[in-house]
Protein backbone atom coordinates (compact mmCIF):
# COMPACT_ATOMS: atom_id res chain seq x y z
CA UNK A 1 0.00 0.00 0.00
CA UNK A 2 2.87 2.42 0.88
CA UNK A 3 6.10 1.19 -1.54
CA UNK A 4 8.09 4.43 -0.39
CA UNK A 5 8.03 2.08 3.54
CA UNK A 6 10.49 -0.04 1.70
CA UNK A 7 13.15 2.86 1.38
CA UNK A 8 13.32 2.73 5.28
CA UNK A 9 13.89 -1.22 5.86
CA UNK A 10 17.83 -0.96 4.68
CA UNK A 11 17.85 -3.25 2.23
CA UNK A 12 21.00 -5.44 1.93
CA UNK A 13 21.09 -4.74 -1.72
CA UNK A 14 19.00 -2.69 -4.44
CA UNK A 15 15.04 -3.98 -4.21
CA UNK A 16 13.54 -5.49 -7.38
CA UNK A 17 10.24 -3.86 -7.01
CA UNK A 18 8.35 -6.58 -9.20
CA UNK A 19 9.73 -9.10 -7.42
CA UNK A 20 10.21 -8.22 -3.97
CA UNK A 21 6.49 -9.40 -2.60
CA UNK A 22 7.21 -12.64 -4.20
CA UNK A 23 10.66 -13.12 -2.79
CA UNK A 24 9.39 -12.64 0.79
CA UNK A 25 6.95 -15.15 0.04
CA UNK A 26 9.35 -17.26 -0.62
CA UNK A 27 11.47 -16.81 2.25
CA UNK A 28 8.34 -16.56 4.21
CA UNK A 29 7.72 -20.80 2.97
CA UNK A 30 11.45 -21.72 2.94
CA UNK A 31 11.68 -20.35 6.43
CA UNK A 32 8.48 -22.21 7.94
CA UNK A 33 9.54 -25.30 5.81
CA UNK A 34 12.55 -25.44 7.66
CA UNK A 35 10.93 -24.80 10.94
CA UNK A 36 8.79 -27.93 9.96
CA UNK A 37 11.63 -30.23 8.62
CA UNK A 38 12.80 -29.53 12.66
CA UNK A 39 9.77 -30.67 14.05
CA UNK A 40 7.81 -27.09 14.53
CA UNK A 41 4.08 -27.43 14.52
CA UNK A 42 3.09 -24.10 12.49
CA UNK A 43 -0.58 -22.98 13.05
CA UNK A 44 -1.29 -19.76 11.01
CA UNK A 45 -4.40 -17.72 11.66
CA UNK A 46 -6.10 -14.81 10.16
CA UNK A 47 -8.80 -13.23 12.09
CA UNK A 48 -10.79 -11.97 9.09
CA UNK A 49 -13.06 -8.93 10.93
CA UNK A 50 -15.23 -7.51 7.94
CA UNK A 51 -15.32 -3.33 7.12
CA UNK A 52 -18.07 -2.96 9.35
CA UNK A 53 -16.59 -4.58 12.51
CA UNK A 54 -13.93 -2.55 12.09
CA UNK A 55 -16.05 0.56 11.91
CA UNK A 56 -17.69 -0.41 14.95
CA UNK A 57 -14.74 -1.43 16.79
CA UNK A 58 -13.00 2.07 15.68
CA UNK A 59 -16.61 4.31 17.00
CA UNK A 60 -16.37 2.50 20.20
CA UNK A 61 -12.96 3.22 20.76
CA UNK A 62 -13.55 6.90 19.81
CA UNK A 63 -16.87 6.98 22.37
CA UNK A 64 -15.29 4.89 24.91
CA UNK A 65 -12.55 7.11 27.32
CA UNK A 66 -11.29 4.22 28.76
CA UNK A 67 -10.49 2.73 25.30
CA UNK A 68 -8.68 5.47 23.58
CA UNK A 69 -5.50 3.92 23.99
CA UNK A 70 -6.46 0.87 21.15
CA UNK A 71 -7.01 4.11 18.99
CA UNK A 72 -4.60 5.32 16.24
CA UNK A 73 -5.86 7.99 13.75
CA UNK A 74 -4.09 6.22 10.68
CA UNK A 75 -6.43 3.60 11.16
CA UNK A 76 -9.28 5.39 9.37
CA UNK A 77 -6.61 6.78 7.21
CA UNK A 78 -5.73 2.96 6.39
CA UNK A 79 -9.15 1.98 5.25
CA UNK A 80 -8.97 3.70 2.32
CA UNK A 81 -7.33 1.31 1.28
CA UNK A 82 -9.48 -1.37 2.53
CA UNK A 83 -9.18 -3.74 -1.09
CA UNK A 84 -5.57 -3.58 -1.29
CA UNK A 85 -5.36 -4.85 1.92
CA UNK A 86 -7.71 -7.25 1.23
CA UNK A 87 -6.04 -8.55 -1.66
CA UNK A 88 -2.60 -8.23 -0.57
CA UNK A 89 -3.85 -10.72 2.47
CA UNK A 90 -5.23 -12.87 -0.35
CA UNK A 91 -1.59 -13.08 -2.05
CA UNK A 92 0.15 -13.95 1.51
CA UNK A 93 -2.11 -16.82 2.83
CA UNK A 94 -2.75 -18.18 -1.20
CA UNK A 95 1.11 -17.63 -1.46
CA UNK A 96 1.81 -19.25 1.92
CA UNK A 97 -0.53 -21.88 2.89
CA UNK A 98 0.98 -25.14 2.96
CA UNK A 99 0.55 -28.51 4.47
CA UNK A 100 3.12 -28.12 6.57
CA UNK A 101 2.00 -24.21 7.37
CA UNK A 102 -1.69 -23.94 7.08
CA UNK A 103 -3.22 -21.29 7.35
CA UNK A 104 -6.85 -20.56 8.89
CA UNK A 105 -8.90 -18.02 7.36
CA UNK A 106 -11.42 -17.09 10.88
CA UNK A 107 -14.65 -14.90 10.63
CA UNK A 108 -13.79 -12.69 13.71
CA UNK A 109 -16.72 -10.57 14.21
CA UNK A 110 -17.60 -12.29 17.01
CA UNK A 111 -14.93 -12.40 19.13
CA UNK A 112 -15.91 -15.50 21.27
CA UNK A 113 -16.45 -17.63 18.37
CA UNK A 114 -13.38 -16.78 17.07
CA UNK A 115 -11.88 -17.20 19.91
CA UNK A 116 -13.54 -21.07 20.17
CA UNK A 117 -12.53 -21.55 16.46
CA UNK A 118 -8.76 -20.98 17.34
CA UNK A 119 -8.99 -22.96 20.44
CA UNK A 120 -10.33 -26.11 18.82
CA UNK A 121 -7.49 -25.64 15.79
CA UNK A 122 -4.74 -25.48 18.45
CA UNK A 123 -6.35 -28.82 20.69
CA UNK A 124 -6.51 -30.81 17.74
CA UNK A 125 -3.04 -30.13 16.77
CA UNK A 126 -1.77 -31.23 20.15
CA UNK A 127 -2.42 -34.92 19.43
CA UNK A 128 0.25 -34.46 16.69
CA UNK A 129 2.87 -33.11 19.72
CA UNK A 130 3.07 -36.56 21.10
CA UNK A 131 3.46 -35.06 24.47
CA UNK A 132 3.93 -37.26 27.13
CA UNK A 133 4.97 -37.51 31.00
CA UNK A 134 8.70 -38.58 31.60
CA UNK A 135 8.47 -42.17 32.57
CA UNK A 136 9.64 -42.74 36.29
CA UNK A 137 12.23 -45.65 37.28
CA UNK A 138 11.15 -48.19 39.50
CA UNK A 139 14.19 -47.05 41.32
CA UNK A 140 12.51 -43.30 41.41
CA UNK A 141 9.51 -44.68 42.60
CA UNK A 142 10.42 -46.45 45.36
CA UNK A 143 12.30 -43.38 46.84
CA UNK A 144 9.54 -41.55 45.90
CA UNK A 145 7.29 -44.16 48.66
CA UNK A 146 10.59 -43.33 51.38
CA UNK A 147 10.02 -39.79 50.90
CA UNK A 148 6.11 -40.04 50.98
CA UNK A 149 6.21 -41.51 54.23
CA UNK A 150 9.02 -39.41 55.88
CA UNK A 151 6.93 -36.53 54.80
CA UNK A 152 3.76 -38.04 56.51
CA UNK A 153 5.32 -38.92 59.73
CA UNK A 154 6.72 -35.37 60.29
Not at 94 to 100: K, Q
Not at 113 to 121: F, G, K, N
Request: charged content about 30%; some cysteine.
Amino acid sequence: MHPENLNAEKLPEPVDRRRIWEQRLESIRDHEKHLARNGTVILKFWLNVSKEEQQQRFLCRLNEPEKHWKFSASDVCERGYWNAYMQAYEQALAGTSRARAPWYAIPADNKHYMRLRVAEIVVNALPSLGLKYPAVSKAKRAQFAKLRRMLEEE
